[in-house]
């Protein structure tokens, strides 16, 4: 994970938030090359659940919402808090169930009672070796206030979610979809974590990307299934192999007790071992009676015969910047090339920062420069991210690439010119970065043989 976090600011993925102020805990910034990934991500993600399918409707809703949503959600009550304890001597604070878990022991869904005995019964001290405070509630919603009066209470949403419930009503009546359909959501959520750790693992700002699949109750088990087996297919598509993810299927003692059943995604993250990437849970028609309830807006689907009831719903979830991890701790690998260790990000093609990059061969030759400059603006138009690259010589240019996960690198040399043997007049060299073998291809046909 070290060589991971290391490699993100080095070369331009990840900074820490704020950091020339020292820094603000739990917040990260996407560096160019991040962003990029992040980007491709979020568009391989939207395309295979929303536009490659006919269920599934887009939304975007706004962070702040009536603060009255979360109340009908039941997020400004104990159930979106996590138990805290404090260090008597420093101070310091962290969440009673991860020292607890630290220990081996599981202490997801104990009351607060429980916590305080467990802590006593095993005399955990806090990682500073200080005796620990009672455990309290400490809930995990950043409040703020609206308006110029600052007297309208409201919340950074911790979660997408809830804008997709509260928009429902609309989507049925704008859309007229029919069940089962979806409503899909990428956006940021905010948490104030006690502990903010790992890297991009736990964080206080970032994104989510959730879908909410309504359903009628009597198919739910095989809309579950057919939606798990899409879950499946997606960690796949980003490259993760399936020996390092696995499926946690939540026992029915810790199941919420609205959810009739929950699978947690978990990857085998280095030095860590496997933690939550996605969530997948049915809640049942839960939120939105919930929301009826509390809103007195009808959240109803109406049958072509007349028959109408609330839906149930299907939730996967998953954390941008938890795939983000997974995939970056995926493709890191060392090897040996030309007697020389190297280090490369083995991306899949379609996660890539850059697709390709294109350099002369030397960069005080106008005749190569030109060449290569077309090259360039001839694959820019098709691929988009195409980089330029011109520091340094070739080898050190192949290296920069490869640790960044650039699939292909370009060179236009002099046989591109033809100067050396007619034949090879308009090819150009084409380096794979898994197997650093080198092919001629003709120029014209090189957007096909990326393809
Ligand atoms: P955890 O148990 O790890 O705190 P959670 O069960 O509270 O996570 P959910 O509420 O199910 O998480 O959120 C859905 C997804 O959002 C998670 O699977 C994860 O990918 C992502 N996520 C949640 N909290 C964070 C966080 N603090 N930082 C980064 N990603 C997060």
Known sequence: MEKITSLCKRRGFV?????????????????????????????EWWKMFVDDREDMYGLDSAILMNEKVWEASGHTGAGFSDPLVEDTKTGERFRADHLLKDEGIEADGLTLEEIDALIIKKGLLSPKGNPLS?????????????????????YLRPETAQGIFVNFKNVLD?????????????????????????????????????????????????????????????????????????????????????SKRTIDFEYNYPGKGFDELAG?????????????????????YIEPDGSRFVPHVLEPSFGVGRAFTA?????????????????????PKHLAPYRVAVSPLLKNKPELVERAREVFTILKKDFGNVAWDDNGNVGKRYRRQDEIGTPHCIVIDFETLGEEDASLKDTVTVRDRDTGEQTRVKIEELADFLR
Not at 280 to 300: C, I, P, V, W
Not at 327 to 347: F, H, P, Q, S
């Open 15 to 43: 900074f820490q938030g704020s950091e020339i102020y020292g820094g603000l805990a739990g917040t990260w910034d996407m560096g160019p090359l991040g962003v990029a990934l992040n980007n491709n991500i979020k568009r």
């Open 327 to 347: 995939i970056l701790c995926e493709a890191y690998t060392e090897d040996e090339m030309n007697g020389e260790v190297r280090t490369y990000l083995k991306l």
């Open 134 to 154: 009672k455990a309290r509630q400490f809930n995990l919603m950043f409040s703020t206030s609206v308006g110029a009066q600052e007297n309208i209470k409201s």
């Open 174 to 258: 704008s859309m007229s979809p029919k069940l089962p359909f979806g409503i899909a959501q990428i956006g940021k959520a905010f948490r104030n974590e006690i502990a903010p750790r790992e890297f991009l693992f736990r964080v206080r700002e970032f994104e989510q990307m959730e879908i909410e699949y309504f359903i009628k109750e009597e198919n739910w088990e095989e809309q579950f299934e057919l939606l798990r087996q899409a879950i499946v297919k997606w960690n796949q598509h980003i490259g993760l192999s399936d020996k390092n993810v696995r499926e946690f299927e939540v026992p029915e003692n810790d199941l919420a007790h609205y």
């Open 280 to 300: 997948f849970a049915y809640r049942t028609d839960h939120d939105l009676k919930n929301h009826q309830e509390h809103s007195g807006t009808k959240m109803e």
